[in-house]
């Protein structure tokens, strides 16, 4: 702890000098006091502002908590312990969503022989379910900052959970269909589970928890065909659907009691409302009950948050590319589970062994995950040497996918000409869908880590255009996917097909060199990025965390990335007009700022 100055010997002798204010002055002053013993903060932020507010403001006046008037209640002081068993559950949420776009597929054959329908209109109940989940995610995030992670999600998984059970017990196809439909628009996905990371690690400790969540998205994918192989071999195909729906059961009870809330702005609306129901302060309130109800349900701002990743998918070049890449990379994975089919019956593969064969990818998930450990290391080492360079703050942050990138166009061109059957032995095809395996973790984990940093308050739009685009492009390309593979040239259709693939993706993979080396240039193109640089301007010009006129941001934050620069953006401007205490100069601060400085 820093030595005692003058200034605080001075505060702190008038905090114990009678004062001639009200009762609830004094417990607020006492409330500052004992929280600052507590967690061992220096005490100079007592001084001026702080003490002004409250010793002149009315008795009856309504005054905001902000987070560092009750950090250690929240998610961010939470013991290690409890973060990694939240994690841990909400690894298991993301793998049961990403299980039920996959198993599916292995019901394609039963629905087929018992609806009379062809194997390729039975495979658009995987296709709907896939485009409908890509919106679905945009249209669950805002609703989980405004009321909560917890009951946000119980109710997605409550939702899909019924809705696996039309199909299940579906006496005709439509049943199937519409049950596909509303079971892809009720799952949460990523926008809410990764929000959580947010809510629980400051900006520059989460990308190992990051990593950890896109492992089991992407994770989720693959493991559906492994258990379905054994599924369709012993089971009829309606066990498909019964195996997601006690999956998903478990799951959600598994979240209803192991996970608490975690969004801070709930979490400090409860404290707030505590403390005035035990006397301690009775005009502290949270931030979301000082905001009028039609405030924060506007249908203006909820369009607004809605509309916003589409535009910037659009008009923005990085998120564009990136998000094709991205996209593009998630896609085949799905095309393989359509794919797989064609490739190893050459060799005679049954419904097991067919299944077994996706596990190669899911050992290159593995490796791409384990690979980033020290990546992360290296990078946030060099962050913090270099806090002033602004490649270093950004671009730096793609550097490993220089070296994994590659492996999409290796992988796809591998693949194809080890796909010509016997005499070519079957190891090859494995070896390589192990090297696409993890080029498509790497390129998820890397993008969304990127985008984060380089949109600031508009890299939740960012990476809600990078999501979108994944389970889009995944969905659209699963019905084209077995034709496509069939019907492109002749003898050699499957390699021909991976061979058209490889070159669309080597295209894909060179943009990942163009943003790197180029990025600041494309940034400063960027309008969005021009409305961050004049928010710096302005930061500026009132020096450092005072009032600052609205970032250029919708307050309705739709997701991991915006939970967290929220977060950063009230502690780096400063607290509001009304607060419980003003931003206090702690490390905890400090790092924002810089953080933020250097951001945007």
């Not at 930061?539 to 450092?544: R, S, V, W």
């Not at 970032?551 to 401007?573: D, E, G, H, K, Y």
């Given at each position: 702890m820093a030595p005692v100055s003058e200034k605080e010997i001075e505060t702190t002798q008038r905090m114990r000098e009678p004062e001639a204010s009200s009762s609830s002055q004094d417990d607020a002053i006492e409330k500052v006091a004992a929280d600052l013993e507590k967690s061992q903060l220096p005490r100079d932020h007592l001084a001026g502002t702080t003490m002004d507010q409250l010793e002149n403001k009315p008795a009856d006046e309504k005054i905001e908590l902000t987070e560092d008037d009750c950090y250690n209640q929240l998610g961010y002081a939470f013991p290690s312990w409890k973060k990694w068993m939240i994690i841990t559950v909400i690894f298991l949420v993301q793998v049961s969503m990403n299980f039920n776009t996959s198993l599916y597929s292995n019901a394609l054959g039963g629905i087929s022989e018992e609806f009379g329908v062809s194997l390729q209109a039975a495979r658009c109940g995987a296709m709907i379910f896939l485009v409908l989940y890509a919106f679905g995610c945009e249209l669950w995030a805002p609703w989980s900052e405004e009321l909560g992670r917890k009951p946000i999600l119980q109710a997605s998984l409550f939702l899909v959970n019924i809705w696996q059970l039309p199909v299940a017990i579906a006496p005709n196809f439509a049943s199937i269909m519409v049950g596909r439909a509303l079971g892809g628009l009720s799952s949460a996905g990523g926008s809410v589970t990764l929000g959580m990371i947010a809510d629980l690690w400051e900006s520059d400790d989460q990308q190992y928890a990051v990593a950890c969540v896109v492992f089991s998205s992407v994770g989720g994918s693959v493991i559906g065909p492994v258990v379905g192989g054994f599924v369709e071999e012993f089971l009829p195909w309606r066990w498909n659907i019964w195996i997601q729906l006690i999956f998903g059961g478990f799951v959600q009870i598994a979240h209803l009691l192991l996970v608490p809330e975690t969004r801070t702005t709930i979490l400090m609306d409860r404290i707030a409302k505590k403390m005035r129901e035990s006397g301690e302060n009775t005009n502290i309130y949270g931030p979301n009950e000082l905001v009028p109800y039609r405030e924060r349900f506007s249908m203006r701002e909820i369009l607004i948050t809605w509309i916003r990743p589409f535009k910037m998918f659009l008009t923005e070049p990085i998120v564009l590319t990136l998000s094709l890449l991205s996209g593009f990379s998630d896609a085949l994975i799905f095309m393989f589970i359509q794919s797989f089919g064609l490739v190893y019956e050459q060799w005679g593969f049954g419904k097991i062994a067919l299944g077994l064969s996706f596990l190669p990818i899911l050992v290159g998930y593995f490796i791409a995950w384990f690979s980033f450990v020290p990546a992360i290391k290296r990078n946030i080492k060099e962050r913090r040497e270099n806090p002033e360079d602004e490649h270093t703050q950004y671009e730096s942050r793609l550097w490993w996918l220089l070296y994994t990138a590659p492996c999409l166009p290796i992988g796809l061109i591998g693949f194809a000409w080890t796909s010509l059957g016997p005499p070519v032995h079957w190891i090859g095809t494995m070896v390589f869908s192990a090297i696409v395996g993890i080029a498509n973790y790497s390129i998820y984990m890397a993008t969304i880590d990127y985008m984060i940093c380089a949109y600031g308050p508009y890299s939740a739009s960012a990476t809600g255009g990078n999501g979108w685009a994944r389970d889009f492009l995944a969905g659209v390309l699963t019905i084209p996917a077995t034709p496509f593979f069939q019907n492109i040239g002749g003898k050699y259709h499957l390699e021909y097909a991976s061979t058209i693939l490889f070159c669309i993706s080597f295209l894909l993979v060179i943009a990942v060199y163009v943003i790197y080396w180029y990025g600041p240039t494309l940034r400063k193109r960027s309008p969005f990025a021009q409305q961050l640089s004049d928010a710096k301007a302005?930061?500026?010009?009132?020096?450092?965390?005072?009032?600052?006129?609205?970032?250029?941001?919708?307050?309705?934050?739709?997701?991991?990335?915006?939970?967290?620069?929220?977060?950063?953006?009230?502690?780096?401007?400063?607290?509001?007009?009304?607060?419980?205490?003003?931003?206090?100069?702690?490390?905890?601060?400090?790092?924002?700022?810089?953080?933020?400085?250097?951001?945007?």
């Open positions: 302005e930061l500026q010009t009132h020096g450092g965390p005072g009032r600052l006129s609205r970032v250029p941001t919708s307050s309705r934050a739709n997701s991991f990335a915006r939970s967290q620069q929220n977060l950063r953006i009230r502690q780096t401007m400063g607290s509001r007009q009304n607060s419980f205490a003003a931003s206090r100069p702690t490390s905890r601060n400090a790092s924002a700022r810089q953080s933020f400085s250097a951001e945007v």
